[in-house]
């Protein structure tokens, strides 16, 4: 049950409740009388729970309304100011104008869930207003409502974990379910564009080494680029790079901050012995921003469309015709489905993955003619 109680050094009440949602909490108040009030609000809504009444209207009464602007303003000050990169933040501006587009600054976020409208003859409730709107008279695919709303709902988590808003104002159920996307189409490589890719003379000596070390190692953008000061700890440095063994420690799971050791093909360890050498201060000295305007000239002297995740897929292409095995085009990217053999089937040892590596860039080099 909610209690009060005078805390001497902090010259205040503290107030312990268990919050529906998020568990057990303490709120510190200096004026007694505001304590008192807390303790009866936390009191009658741990009531409510326990006979299993509605507590979210008494919740709701007693939240102060806070508007879609306010939301997207406290975000952005809070949030979206202490980001680097550009990407993230044009996309969180483009979410905020979305989201007003169809929910006007001065909506009451609290009551979203609840609002009804008639978009094109059909009346829809809550998150369906958007999702239609944007769909129907925006024109927008679904994966593009989708990408939005999970930025959307990362906020309104934030306004929830702040305590802007007592409750979860989205669910993921609010989302489009896998079934009502379609099927994202990716990129497959052709022979004749991996050829050109590699064999164009219009390439420089650093654009070349920058396809190569993502076409061979088949790791995402992000696990390699030495710069990213939205997140730190995935910078890749010299500490994580062991050339004589020709290996690299790789940020695999971001939440435990650990990272996974991975064989490095010997051209990539040339590459990056040469930058070392020239005194770069990390092994790849750039930030993804830079990374993307790499792959855009290149893209545009070769007149090969491709992103940088498209050398990942690349890899995994060539591995998956080498050796007509899925697990085998998971294991050269590292993607997921390798840690699912690895827990439940058998671990990958250095050894192997320099074994199944090699014979993909052997691969790679029998495509544009290099061996």
């Known amino acids: 049950m909610a209690t009060i109680k005078k805390q001497s050094r902090r010259q205040s009440y503290r107030v312990a409740y268990k919050h529906p949602i998020k568990g057990k909490r303490s709120d510190y108040y200096r ?13 009658k809504i741990e009531l409510l729970v326990k006979m299993e009444l509605d507590w979210e209207s008494e919740m709701h009464e007693a939240e102060k309304p806070i508007t879609v602007q306010e939301i997207i303003d406290l975000h952005k000050n809070n949030v979206l100011a202490n980001k680097d990169n550009i990407k993230t933040i044009r996309t969180y501006n483009t979410m905020y104008n979305s989201l007003l587009r169809v929910f006007p600054g001065d909506t009451i976020v609290q009551n979203i869930r609840t609002l009804k409208r008639e978009i094109e003859g059909v009346e829809v409730v809550g998150w369906q207003i958007y999702k239609r709107h944007e769909e129907i008279v925006r024109g927008r695919s679904r994966n593009g409502i989708d990408s939005y709303m999970n930025d959307m709902m990362i906020m309104f988590r934030w306004a929830f ?113 040469k930058w070392k ?34 050398l990942r897929r690349m890899k995994s292409q060539i591995a998956r ?11 050269a990217i590292g993607d997921k489905s390798t840690q699912v053999v690895n827990n439940h089937y058998a671990g990958e040892t250095v ?3 320099r074994f199944r590596n090699k014979g993909i860039a052997d691969k790679l080099y029998q495509i544009v003619g290099q061996s």
């Open 277 to 310: 050498k020239r005194g770069y201060a990390r092994p790849l000295n750039f930030h993804y921003d830079d990374l993307n305007d790499y792959i855009h000239e290149i893209s545009e002297i070769t007149d090969v469309q491709f992103t940088c995740h498209d």
């Open 31 to 43: 004026n007694k009388k505001d304590a008192v009030m807390a303790l009866a609000h936390w009191q």
């Open 351 to 353: 050894e192997e993955q």
């Open 161 to 273: 974990d702040q305590e802007y808003i007592a409750k979860p104002v989205m669910k993921k159920s609010d989302r489009y379910k896998f079934d009502e996307k379609p099927a994202v189409q990716f990129k497959t490589w052709s022979t004749n564009e991996i050829k050109t890719l590699f064999e164009h003379d219009g390439l420089n000596q650093f654009q070349r080494d920058i396809l190569l070390i993502y076409a061979l190692t088949g790791l995402r953008a992000n696990e390699l680029t030495g710069i990213n000061k939205d997140q730190p700890y995935k910078e890749l440095h010299w500490k994580h790079v062991d050339l004589d063994a020709k290996t690299m420690q790789v940020q695999v799971k971001a939440k435990q901050r650990i990272r996974e050791t991975i064989d490095i093909h010997d051209d990539v360890v040339s590459i990056l012995r």
């Open 321 to 331: 015709k080498e050796y007509h095995n899925v697990n085998d085009a998971a294991k």
